[in-house]
């Protein structure tokens, strides 16, 4: 079992930046990820890391932007989102899982979420 705890979130212009951080309690031997819903979309996937951190799979709309790293003395992740754009507003879900994928029925554990909002 894992809980996981995100932070970070928050109202940002538009070419503006934030970093979002997932604090994991339990085992760290996950891959973690995030994925994100904004208002009336499904939930999209963001980006997942492997357990070592080693590997790394970005979605298309925020590769080159957005990176995410982990601490694993610190159970923690991050998520480093760069030249945010409005489209980029939506809630944020810390998600953990042993399986490695790209699809939100593969995650087994999420988080509560934390509110992004890009203004143009």
């Known amino acids: 079992q894992v809980q996981l705890v995100e932070s970070g979130g928050g109202l940002v212009q538009a070419g503006g930046s934030l970093r979002l951080s997932c604090a994991a309690s339990g085992r760290t031997s996950y891959h973690m990820g995030w994925f994100r819903q904004a208002p009336g979309k499904e939930r999209e996937f963001v980006v997942v890391i492997s357990s070592t951190g080693g590997t790394t799979n970005y979605a298309d709309s925020v590769k080159g932007r957005f990176t995410i790293s982990r601490d694993n003395a610190k159970n923690t992740v991050y998520l480093q989102m760069n030249s945010l754009k409005p489209e980029d507003t939506a809630v944020y879900y810390c998600?953990?899982?042993?399986?490695?994928?790209?699809?939100?029925?593969?995650?087994?554990?999420w988080g509560q979420g934390t509110q992004v909002t890009v203004s143009s």
């Open positions: 998600v953990a899982a042993f399986k490695w994928g790209i699809y939100s029925y593969e995650y087994a554990y």
